[in-house]
């Protein structure tokens, strides 16, 4: 057998569905030993699904895997650990306060009856360490650690088990751009040392930096694998968007009349402490859609929170319609009619537990008719209710079922009645059609289209650059919490928005 | 899916619950605690049928069991329907022991030393043990919010504080002159001490009390824009804070209440029984800790709280009539106590989940 086709993993014609999506329609993956493989793929794509499959996470509807040529059933963790095959995820399973070692072996049994022989965990830790190029103290507890670190006894905890494939899914959204390249080292190294590894991104850059082929993940279906010599960005970010992109949503010009937000030299602070916005300004005027775009982590959360009031700035100025909104109250900013259509939307956009109809008044139960004095009207909160559910086409069996029971769509589809039934003057959308299935992403968009029209301003945040580009009027870039320009009518390219995603400035008509 | 080695179940969550699958769920978890007490009863050498027959029929069974369940349910369905509030709005306050301590300190501070005018001072001694009790709840409500310091900790530190307090009272500055050396303060003057229905200890006007609160409690959660905010807040306060809601009033609304509740069962305890401050563990028997099963047992529903109050308020007057027929020791109802709330907790997955057997693999 000559090398090129000593395949480590082979997938075929995987299938897998959940409730009102297919998340992996027929996939065909073929991975060669030793080399670093690329899944490439915007969110929803199907990456995570797959790679969850292959670790035994979810069990495929239809489709065979082998694994060194051999047909098998991963039916667990435990059976792919058993075939070598170890994943690192995106969010670490650490427990912060024990240790390095003991987060290595925890679950292994390692010594004689209930004792652990930690002198020969040890041993064993700093020998794989040291054969791998990590350095690590064993005696550390994990919360003492960096991010970079951390993962690093995900990858030491992998080895330890011996694992031969190595999955890790979007490694290095959690990292700084140093810790990057620590990996990237330490990756190659990995490889040089006879392991397979998968690697899963949304990040063009990264692609072209580590990896030797790369499969490009669109709608649940591979859409190519090539080697990554042979390709370049440009042509990976067309394949990863899809080439129908720009089909155009019927729109109207925008008329720029009146300025809706104004933010100003805007300073913000993530959870963490450090600045996620740095010295933003920007404009948005009625009836036009400002899309930012951007990779996440670059400060789009911080700064939708910021404008909605959940969020503390430190410095700079926010307008609304002229007036100052800077330091007005979550509740306040509700009240001068501004939409939020968040991103997380079942943990943040509604209470699962509670009813239709009250999910529908979750920010305008104090508002008549819902309420009169202290007490709710139910007869109002149920003719709202009816209302929403035909206007937006809510698919739900009763006005007082639970919401946690519908799907996302639904969910979507309440949030979205919810905060636009209001004729607000400013929306800020965040990935409003993530996850969703078609016939609702369609929805969706009309629905922000005819909120245009009305001369609402849209603020839409997304990283799925073919909702912005057939959404947006005009589209901000934000990379390291600052922007990378504005591109407007026919500066519009996706290329160019792919550069400045990775963090090139623009300037003018030439980059 | 959880799969053993040759059985095979299927864990779904349920999508709704109805009411008479909650009922059932509770009624089947008590019945599982009073088995294993049953248990502990034939290890004491008496048999559990014997035991459950006298528990049940010295209750039930007389005018004086009856009226003892009732004057024992005033304080738990007191204290429970203000956890249900508490509960509803994800704060654990283990505290009503402590703040219907405060609210029974205060009643006293104004029944002997105010100078009200009679008809005043049963008002009076209301207001003020109402307010005692919030002031004792709303502490830890800022702590929480404020500070992020866990509620469960700070309201039961407080109860020790409460306790403490009274004990002080009691054998320092308002020890009574005529109390001849017991720890107890002077008796209450006739104004200050509630009617009775006649022959029992029934005080009946904190009954009443009880009842139309539970009634309000019920009519604030599921009627009013407060009682929305805390459904919300407690059900996901992610959500809250999204869609505006200030969590430090919601906490603070909800603490006032829920501690002011259960300083009037402290009111009702001194002004309708004792008629003066003695021993903490006189005034409460740990009724604070008790309601904290009956507002569970309640499924946090305070109109559910008059008849989960009720039964066990039984369960002390039980444990009262085995104590002396077969010389248990009083614990035995904490025994009870605890194995309800075991089985109450664990009932809640078969409430969330559908448990279902798809046959050997």
């Known amino acids: 057998m000559n090398k090129a086709e000593d395949y480590a993993i082979e997938l075929r014609r995987i299938v897998k569905r959940f409730p009102g999506v297919i998340a992996n329609n027929g996939i ?75 987060n290595i072996i925890l679950g292994l049994d390692e010594g004689t009856g209930p004792f652990t022989n930690f002198r020969k965990v040890r041993k064993r830790i700093s020998l794989i360490a040291n054969q791998y190029g990590l350095s690590l103290d064993p005696r550390t507890k994990i919360w003492q650690l960096a991010g970079g670190k951390q993962q690093q006894v995900e990858i030491l905890k992998a080895l330890y088990r011996e694992v031969e494939i190595l999955i890790m899914d979007e490694p290095t959204s959690v990292l700084t751009p140093q810790e990057v390249e620590k990996l990237f080292t330490t990756l190659r190294f990995l490889v040089k040392n006879g392991l397979t590894i998968i690697f899963i991104t ?23 694998t090539i080697p990554t010599q042979e390709t370049d960005k440009e042509t990976l970010a067309r394949l990863m968007v899809g080439r129908e992109v720009i089909f155009c949503l019927k729109k109207n010009p925008v008329k720029k009349k ?100 009250e999910n529908l008044i979750l920010n305008k139960y104090f508002y008549s008719p819902f309420s009169r004095g202290e007490f709710l009207n139910y007869k109002a909160i149920k003719e709202n209710a009816q209302a929403m559910i035909s206007e937006y086409q809510i698919l739900t069996p009763h006005y007082q079922i639970p919401v946690r029971i519908l799907s996302g769509g639904n969910i979507q589809k309440i949030i979205l009645a919810r905060e636009l039934s209001c004729d607000p003057r400013m929306i800020i959308a965040m990935h409003p059609t993530y996850g969703l299935d078609i016939g609702a992403t369609e929805q969706v968009r009309q629905t922000l289209l005819s909120q245009r029209e009305k001369g609402a301003g849209i603020l839409l945040i997304s990283e799925d650059l073919e909702e912005i580009i057939s959404l947006a009027d005009r589209i901000m870039v934000m990379f390291g919490g600052k922007t990378m320009g504005i591109l407007e009518g026919e500066n519009i390219d996706l290329e160019r928005i792919g550069l400045m995603m990775a963090g090139t400035k623009y300037r003018g008509e030439k980059m | 899916m959880i799969s053993a080695k040759k059985w095979r179940f299927k864990i779904e969550e349920r999508s709704s619950v109805s009411n008479s699958r909650v009922l059932l769920t509770s009624i089947l978890a008590i019945l599982a605690a009073l088995i294993i007490v049953g248990i502990f009863f034939q290890f004491y050498g008496v048999s559990a049928f014997k035991a459950y027959r006298l528990i049940f029929s010295g209750s039930l069974g007389s005018r004086f069991g009856l009226a003892e369940i009732v004057r024992r349910a005033i304080p738990l369905l007191l204290c429970g329907v203000g956890l249900t509030l508490a509960f509803r709005a994800l704060f654990w306050n283990i505290g009503a022991e402590g703040q219907l301590l405060i609210g029974a300190v205060a009643a006293t501070g104004i029944a002997l030393f105010s100078k009200l005018p009679p008809f005043l001072l049963l008002p009076a001694m209301f207001l003020g043990g109402f307010i005692g009790g919030a002031l004792w709840g709303i502490v830890p409500a800022f702590l929480k919010v404020i500070l992020g310091i866990n509620e469960v900790i700070a309201t039961l530190m407080m109860n020790y504080m409460a306790i403490y307090l009274v004990e002080w009272l009691i054998h320092g500055p308002w020890k009574g002159p005529s109390a001849r050396g017991f720890a107890y303060s002077d008796p209450f003057p006739p104004s200050a001490m509630l009617p009775t229905i006649t022959g029992t200890r029934i005080h009946w006007p904190t009954l009443i009390i009880g009842l139309v609160i539970s009634v309000l409690i019920y009519i604030l959660i599921v009627h009013t824009k407060s009682g929305l905010e805390v459904r919300v807040m407690g059900e996901n306060p992610e959500a809250a804070r999204y869609a505006g809601i200030n969590p430090l009033k919601v906490t603070l609304l909800v603490m006032l209440i829920s501690g002011g509740l259960a300083g009037l069962a402290g009111v009702g305890e001194i002004a309708g029984i004792h008629q003066r401050l003695l021993g903490p563990t006189h005034i409460s028997m740990g009724y604070g800790y008790t309601a904290v099963i009956v507002a569970w047992l309640a499924r946090r529903n305070p109109l559910a709280v008059i008849f989960t109050s009720l039964f066990f308020a039984l369960l002390i007057t039980g444990g009262d009539v085995i104590k002396v027929s077969l010389g248990f020791p009083s614990q035995m109802i904490n025994v009870f106590n605890g194995a309800i709330l075991f089985f109450l907790i664990g009932s809640e997955f078969f409430l969330r989940y559908r448990i279902s057997f798809i046959g050997r693999r």
């Open chain 1, 28 to 102: 065909d993956l073929k991975i060669r030993r030793g080399e670093i493989h690329c899944l490439l793929g915007e969110n929803g794509a199907g990456k995570t699904t797959l790679m969850r499959i292959l670790y035994g996470l979810y069990q495929p509807d239809q489709g065979e895997i082998l694994v060194n040529n051999q047909k098998i059933n991963i039916s667990s963790p435990r059976i792919a650990l058993q075939h070598h095959i170890g994943m690192v995820h995106q969010h670490f399973k650490l427990v912060p306060t024990l240790s390095v070692e003991e």
């Open chain 1, 202 to 224: 949304h990040k063009l850059d990264e692609v072209m930096k580590v990896s030797d082929r790369v499969t490009v993940l669109r709608k649940g279906k591979v859409i190519a």
């Open chain 1, 258 to 357: 009146e300025k809706i937000l104004e933010v100003k030299d805007l300073h913000v602070l993530n959870d963490r402490g450090l600045p996620a916005v740095c010295g933003l300004s920007f404009e948005l005027y009625g009836g036009e859609i400002l899309g930012i775009a951007g990779v996440s982590g670059n400060g789009q959360n911080e700064l939708a929170e910021v404008l909605t009031g959940l969020r503390k700035l430190i410095k700079g100025e926010i307008y609304l319609d002229g007036q100052d909104i800077t330091h007005c109250s979550t509740r306040e900013i509700n009240k001068l009619k501004v939409a939020h259509i968040p991103a997380e939307r079942i943990r943040v956009g509604i209470v699962p537990t509670l009813s239709v109809s």
